[in-house]
């Protein structure tokens, strides 16, 4: 089995590409952004696009896409992180959020527009999300979260219940699953091809990306380089999980490590007995979560969050997975799909995504400094970082629009993370709680009160 490198998807695609020239010297243009994955470059992308004269120039430490954006588990999913209630404050209240879960689901369909327009073939495909249920427990969660999304406003075309045997109709047969819920508000991609497929277009449109190029800090108006000085009326963060790096942001954004595996080629007659035609991302209701796709290969792909969090906001190095952590993945695929039985383990890798301390979706803009900002995803920043992208693009362009009076638009955690070695005691403890709970409802079919007790060890919603 193959281990980091960083990730299967660049694997496909022949390995990581050649670096773009660095930074060669210190540098003056109209907006300058730290960080090529998604977020930066579909934000050099709308401004662009809205104005062709910009001199944008985007600044990596790797080579674009190096971070989440190639190594995250290919949903394009039309969710949104955070507390909806604490966005319910502001002026919009309830409706608003309403407003803001239906911009997410429009940006799945924007992506899939744009990869399409601009030739990205990235494997996308519309097929939607179905999330299974396999003890009574899992069920009782299932249920809470149909509840819940009522609650707020979407449809029951919006959120479809689906008993076993209308999981079965769907030509999707998970062992033992109780019950399982669709959205059709979710594409499948191949994160890499959509990630380098973007840069090119970017950088065609003259946008200047230099790679091997690391921002030390980002001041008003000036983001510092060894290599020089970048020098901006607009400076835009978009350094998600790495942003702990950064001088003075060393507790702002928590890097949450999150691990994958996928399969080997599955033969015809797997295929035949696990369905999946449709596409269709694939999670559980575990507190430990996992979430999978079919990739167009005809492979399984599945992640879970695996070692949640390094001591010091560390990242990990190239990709490296600890071998528990892919026989856990292992052991969760053959549950769900014992066919899969004797099937190899080609690839496994693992990232980092970024978490507030109140775990919610960051955007904005400062005209007074010049400084702007987009991130914090908490795990679903495929078709965020596009939504975040386009309010960037309108934020600093001074258009305001439907997407720019979002509810997390300027919204800014007023917590920072706890100083060390309470972070790494309380993140670890919180999955050690999760890991447990999830034991004791698969063994009594009971909701655990352990995992609301995970949830007060850091505020997670």
């Known amino acids: 089995m193959l281990v980091g490198g960083p990730s299967y998807w ?267 035609d449709g596409m269709e991302t694939l999670g559980d209701t575990a507190h430990t979560y996992i979430y999978a796709q079919r990739t167009a290969d005809g492979r399984i792909a599945i992640g879970g969050r695996g070692v949640p969090y390094r001591f010091g906001s560390g990242t990990d190095n190239d990709g490296e997975i600890a071998p528990s952590t892919v026989a856990s993945l292992e052991r969760r695929l053959h549950a769900m799909f014992p066919t899969t039985r004797g099937v190899a383990i080609d690839h496994g890798w693992s990232g980092v995504l970024g978490v507030p301390r109140d775990w919610s979706t960051s955007v904005g803009a400062d005209p007074a400094t010049g400084l702007a900002w987009a991130g914090c995803y908490v795990g679903v920043g495929v078709a965020a970082a596009n939504l975040s992208a386009r309010i960037i693009a309108d934020l600093v362009r001074g258009e305001r629009s439907d997407i720019t009076t979002l509810p997390f638009v300027q919204h800014v955690a007023k917590r920072r993370w706890e100083p060390e070695p309470i972070r790494w005691l309380s993140v670890n403890g919180m999955y050690a709680l999760y890991r447990r709970a999830d034991v004791i409802e698969r063994r009594t079919g009971r909701p655990s009160p352990m995992a609301r007790l995970a949830n007060a060890l850091t505020g997670r919603h």
């Open 10 to 276: 660049f694997h496909a695609l022949g390995g990581l590409p050649s670096a773009r020239p660095a930074l060669p010297g210190s540098v003056d243009c109209d907006v300058a952004i730290v960080g090529a994955g998604y977020t930066g470059l579909w934000t050099a992308y709308y401004l662009k696009r809205a104005d062709p004269t910009l001199r944008i120039v985007v600044l990596e430490q790797h080579v674009a896409g190096y971070g989440a954006s190639g190594r995250n588990g290919g949903w394009c999913a039309g969710e949104l992180a955070g507390n909806r209630e604490a966005y319910a404050r502001g002026p919009e209240g309830r409706p608003g959020v309403t407003r803001a879960l239906r911009a997410m689901f429009d940006t799945v369909d924007e992506v899939g527009r744009v990869a399409s327009a601009e030739g990205i073939d990235c494997d996308y495909v519309k097929g939607g999300c179905v999330f299974v249920a396999a003890n009574e427990a899992q069920l009782a969660h299932l249920r809470s979260y149909r509840d819940h999304a009522t609650a707020w406003g979407l449809s029951p075309e919006d959120d479809v219940w689906l008993e076993p045997e209308e999981l079965a109709e769907r030509h999707l047969r998970v062992d033992g699953a109780r019950a399982g819920m669709f959205t059709p508000h979710c594409a499948r991609i191949q994160p890499a091809k959509l990630v380098r497929g973007l840069a090119d277009v970017v950088e065609r449109m003259g946008v200047m990306i230099y790679e091997g190029t690391t921002v030390s800090e980002i001041l008003p108006r000036l983001a510092r380089t060894a290599q020089g000085d970048v020098h901006a009326p607009w400076v835009v963060r978009a350094t998600e999980g790495y942003t702990a790096r950064l001088r003075g942001h060393r507790r702002d954004v928590l890097p949450m490590n999150s691990s994958m595996i996928i399969t080997a080629p599955l033969p015809r007659s797997a295929w035949d007995e696990i369905g999946w």
